[in-house]
């Protein structure tokens, strides 16, 4: 049995059917991905992406959330506004290949996707993919140089964050 994971997962107006779609997803093929959904509730009720955000990265701060998902537009304004908060290291995502390699290359703990880029399937698959690997998995070869790179961003952070 795989460790229980809390995810977070928020979207705005234009990331409402996508998110809606991976959580539909989550639920019918992760029981090991406990959903913590900020929303939105409906297309009646939107919210903005300046809005969702925080709650997905602060729910990270908190302990209360291992990683997130977040979706706007094109997943661009989500993974600004997350980057804003200490310890949120979010990836905009649009294929198998950036979703994955968000977390293996550069550890991202958030990934945003675009509602008007990404078609609710590949979506799903993307989502397989980044909670499929972990930091450094497959690129062995570079693991010093990937962990001392993450380091060097943790730093950088600390010094943003003062």
């Given at each position: 049995?795989?460790?229980?994971?809390?995810?977070?997962?928020a979207s705005d107006l234009s990331g409402f059917p996508l998110a809606r779609e991976i959580v539909r997803h989550?639920?019918?093929?992760?029981?090991?991905?406990?959903?913590?959904?900020?929303?939105?509730?409906?297309?009646?009720?939107?919210?903005?992406?300046?809005?969702?955000?925080?709650?997905?990265?602060?729910?990270?701060?908190?302990?209360?959330?291992?990683?997130?998902?977040?979706?706007?537009?094109?997943?661009?304004?989500?993974?600004?506004?997350?980057?804003?908060?200490?310890?949120?290291?979010?990836?905009?995502?649009?294929?198998?290949?950036?979703?994955?390699?968000?977390?293996?290359?550069?550890?991202?703990?958030?990934?945003?996707?675009?509602?008007?880029?990404?078609?609710?399937?590949?979506?799903?698959?993307?989502?397989?993919?980044?909670?499929?690997?972990?930091?450094?998995?497959?690129?062995?070869?570079?693991?010093?140089?990937?962990?001392?790179?993450?380091?060097?961003?943790?730093?950088?952070?600390?010094?943003?964050?003062?």
């Amino acid at each position: 049995m795989a460790d229980t994971i809390r995810l977070a997962i928020a979207s705005d107006l234009s990331g409402f059917p996508l998110a809606r779609e991976i959580v539909r997803h989550l639920k019918e093929t992760h029981p090991e991905v406990k959903i913590i959904d900020f929303g939105i509730e409906s297309a009646e009720a939107p919210l903005p992406y300046f809005v969702q955000a925080p709650k997905v990265a602060k729910a990270l701060q908190a302990g209360e959330a291992d990683k997130g998902i977040l979706v706007c537009g094109t997943g661009q304004g989500m993974a600004i506004v997350a980057n804003k908060h200490k310890g949120v290291y979010a990836c905009v995502v649009d294929d198998l290949f950036s979703g994955e390699r968000a977390k293996i290359v550069n550890n991202a703990n958030v990934i945003t996707m675009g509602g008007w880029i990404t078609a609710p399937f590949l979506g799903a698959q993307i989502v397989d993919a980044w909670l499929s690997v972990a930091f450094t998995q497959k690129m062995e070869f570079k693991k010093d140089f990937l962990t001392n790179a993450f380091n060097k961003v943790v730093e950088l952070e600390n010094e943003a964050f003062k």
